[in-house]
């Protein structure tokens, strides 16, 4: 891959198709979302307008860290409150492309829509990749940031027309272009996170409590799988329970699955063979939650499983 002639075509391209309007782009802080903000920012310059969206479904502390990173690299990007927002539209749900839908109806139809009008923004850079595309065309799981590909016209449903630098390349070629740019490897290496975050890391509801158990299983399974080379890791937490002991005592507990794999652009996968020793202490540490008394280990590869549970 040519990563100089993809950029500066890119950048072109950006410039050709947005001419003299503003632009707005959501910054997740993930490695597709980061890498388009960069470009857009190099072929635009004050008249993007970069935001990260807090939806209260993100890791912990990730929201801030995000902005201070891209303040490090002279982006400045607002930090923008929808989490109650996010919350109440997931209430009640189940299903789990009922959960996708609201995530997207409630990202693009309410609250970037405004931040659109606010900002007379004609133009969104969406970090859309391939893998991205095919699986949602397919029927196998509906990715938030696909529109046009579904049929959905976002000028005229939400106001504005969507441009997708990234939708030719793999995860691969993602970090392959950010590496060319210099980007910092905390962003570079970044491990693959979904566009509805901890949300489809939930199977059931998704409610304030529940996020918060997910989120500190996040934590624990980040910090102690950060050296182990693999692809991608995660915690999931099941809708079942399970009895448990707890202070001798009967606990009917909540289940924790732990994800890792090995990949390269997430079209298929394999469990990653992890050391005993280590998914001892990964258990260990993640049935100290409060409600959780199980944690297990999923070894299922894609296919027939898909990376996230929801």
Known sequence: MDCRKFVEEQIADIRQ????????????????????????????GDRLKTVFVDSALMREGEPQRVVDIFASLDIPVELIDARQEFLSA?????????????????????????LVKESGAKFLLHGTILTDIEET???????HNILAQLGIDPQAAYGYSVIEPLKTLRKDGVREVCKFLELPAEITRRIPFPGPALATRIVGEVTPQRLETVRTATAIVEEELADSGAFQYLAVLLNDYATGIRDNKREFGQIIVVRC??????????????????????????????????????????????????
């Open 261 to 310: 794999i090995e990949s390269t652009d997430a079209r298929t996968a394999t469990a990653t063979e992890l050391p005993w020793d280590k998914l001892n202490k990964i258990s260990e540490r993640i049935t100290q939650i409060n409600g959780v008394n199980r944690c297990l280990y999923d070894l299922t590869p894609k296919p027939p499983a898909t990376v996230e549970y929801v």
């Open 137 to 143: 065309v397919a029927g196998i799981k509906r990715q």
């Open 90 to 114: 997931l209430a009640g749900l189940t299903d789990p492309e009922e959960k996708r839908q609201a995530v997207t109806d409630t990202f693009y139809a309410k609250v970037f829509s405004r």
């Open 17 to 44: 198709t947005v001419g003299d309007e503003k632009v707005i782009n959501a910054l997740s802080g993930g490695v597709d979302s980061s890498l388009v903000t960069v470009l857009g920012h190099r072929a635009l």
